[in-house]
């Protein structure tokens, strides 16, 4: 047993191989005494929580998954443990942690009690033994699985202001069939894809920190622009160099034509102004310190903790703080468009929903808080306000009202007994087609006829719905596959007077989502300013 613990002390300079070492040792120097049916009674897990309370929480998860097998062995067969158990004791005792705090109770009972067999007082025979091992490694996996693979509890998810539901795992599932196949499930773990590239990511920069992290950038000029020479440019080329903007490392102080390359990689992947001179802004964003790049990474991979793992064939996906929508095919982006967010006082809300309708030609009936902000008082200064926006009253009933009779002083918005329609046209707010996923925030993507937001870095303008640069381009995909609808038929739809009503045949899964960081399909990693402060509550509730 001695030769084990040495073993152990090694095994965090070697890792992998040797824990399987270990446990080919194990297995060869420990004489298997489990009954030879591999069944425990059901007692000895009352009495292992017993012994290890922190294991209290867990303790009707552990009870389902064993009443599920018969309270058979899954860690072990008639020969010992399974290899299956290297990886679980790799992962949680050896590999450095990627998160914040993922915790492993009684570390250092589970190394003594899984390498060298060390009997506590409850311990009196080599079959007990085998059996906390046994029921040692199911509870930390359980315990792995609810920190790693479900995240942070609703409470924190919910005050970060993200309304998509959790998803749900069958953790005992999940264990049944990694102990039963030889494929490591720490390699394929059952979350976002997502989140294993931005895990990739987080290791690239703690490398760089634990390396000494990045140098500040000072300049007294305003920009530098390709064939300049200083050396602040040799500066910016280290750090693109580190961060794998640039291919190769070059000290020279000369703004080369590969250092534009760089320069254009860099400002695309943290949505700067793609002109490939290196400003203040440029510099601002060079100067984040990296200690803040890894927090971004973890509370991003926190979120990918709450979306579902699954592909789906045909998805929509909003990224509020990258401004873009996302088109999905088999779980892969085929096209994106730019889109305009909520500002911040009319933040849009992150959720899930089932596109089912496209309006064209819509008609805009006003929310109340729009007429209480903006409308009812343009009405009290000017009564003409109505005509000059295409909007029209219309009673209770539905019946158009003639506004002129109607006096408007008297009333509130919540008051009004009346609705404020905008009529169709090329002055609607929601341009000339609008798309439906119902859901409680009433928020929908539409046209818009205010363009001009589109050309902006920065588009957070609505009032908390979606508009799409290219809201044609949308209705054709979505009715590519319907042969009664071509082109003309569409731009003709656009162009009434009233409305036209499509129901989407199969919805399509719509999610409206909050990302700061995430790596594109290039593989490169993607940083984006926090716009609705989320990031560092979110962080709060990680550490605490």
């Known amino acids: 047993m001695l030769v084990l613990a040495s073993s152990i002390n090694s095994c965090k300079r070697s890792k992998k191989e040797d824990v399987k070492k270990i446990i080919q040792q194990i297995n060869e120097n420990e004489q298997f005494n489990a009954d030879t049916s591999l069944v425990f009674d059901s007692l000895k897990l009352h009495r292992f929580i017993q012994v290890y309370p922190s294991f209290g929480y867990l303790k009707k998860d552990i009870q389902f998954f064993y009443q599920n097998r018969n309270y058979s062995f899954a ?48 311990m009196n025979s080599k079959d007990s033994i085998t059996i906390y091992k046994e029921l040692m490694l199911t509870a930390q996996y359980f315990n792995y699985a609810k920190q790693v693979w479900e995240g942070a509890d609703d409470s924190a998810r919910i005050k970060s202001g993200w309304f998509i539901p959790r998803k749900k795992l069958a953790y005992s599932s999940l264990l049944d069939s990694l102990t039963k196949s030889s494929v490591n499930i720490f390699q394929q773990e059952p979350l976002y894809p997502q989140y294993a590239l931005l895990k990739s ?5 703690k490398t760089i920190e634990k390396n000494g992290g990045f140098d500040s950038i000072s300049s007294s000029v305003n920009k530098y622009k390709i064939g300049d020479t200083s050396i602040v440019i040799q500066q910016i080329k280290k750090r693109l160099y580190l ?3 640039l291919a190769v490392e070059n000290n020279s102080n000369v703004f080369d034509s590969l250092m534009l390359s760089a320069v254009l990689s860099y400002q695309s992947r943290n949505g700067l102004k793609q002109d490939g001179i290196i400003g203040k802004t440029m510099i601002n964003q060079l100067n984040i310190p990296i200690k803040k790049i890894i927090e971004k990474l973890i509370v991003n991979m926190e979120r990918c903790r709450w979306l579902p793992a699954e592909s789906f064939k045909d998805y929509f996906l909003v990224n509020i703080p990258d401004y873009k929508l996302y088109v999905y095919e088999a779980d892969t982006i085929s096209w994106d468009m730019n889109v305009v967010v909520g500002k911040v006082m009319t933040k849009t809300a992150i959720f899930h929903g089932d596109m089912k309708y496209i309006v064209f030609s819509p008609r805009w009936t006003i929310p109340t808080s729009i007429i209480a902000s903006e409308v009812l008082p ?27 009779t109607i006096a408007w002083k008297k009333y509130s918005a919540n008051s009004l007994p009346y609705k404020i329609v905008q009529k169709s046209g090329d002055d609607n707010a929601l341009g000339r087609v609008k798309f439906l996923f119902p859901n409680s925030f009433n928020i929908y993507m539409h046209d818009t006829p205010a363009k001009s937001y589109f050309n902006e870095s920065t588009r957070s303008f609505s009032h ?16 590519r596959n319907d042969t009664t609808w071509n082109e003309i038929r569409i731009d003709t739809s656009m162009q009434q007077d009233s409305e036209i009503k499509y129901i989407i045949p199969q919805s399509i899964p719509v999610y409206i989502v909050y990302f700061t960081a995430w790596v594109d399909n290039n593989g490169h990693l993607n940083i984006r300013k926090d716009i609705y402060d989320r990031d560092e509550r979110l962080l709060e509730s990680l550490v605490k």
């Open 201 to 205: 990511k987080l290791r690239l920069y």
């Open 378 to 404: 343009a009405i009290k200064r000017n009564i003409n306000y109505l005509t000059k926006k295409n909007f029209e009253v219309v009673d209770l009933n539905g019946n158009v009202v003639n506004p002129y």
């Open 464 to 479: 908390g719905c979606v508009r799409l640069a290219e809201p044609k381009k949308l209705a054709q995909y979505i009715l």
């Open 75 to 122: 860690w072990f067969d008639d020969k010992g443990m399974l290899e299956q158990a290297s990886n679980l004791i790799n992962h949680l005792v050896y590999e450095d942690t990627d998160e914040v705090d993922i915790v492993v109770p009684y570390r250092q009972e589970f190394i003594n009690l899984i390498t060298t067999g060390m009997q506590d007082s409850f």
């Open 243 to 245: 961060e794998k903007d």
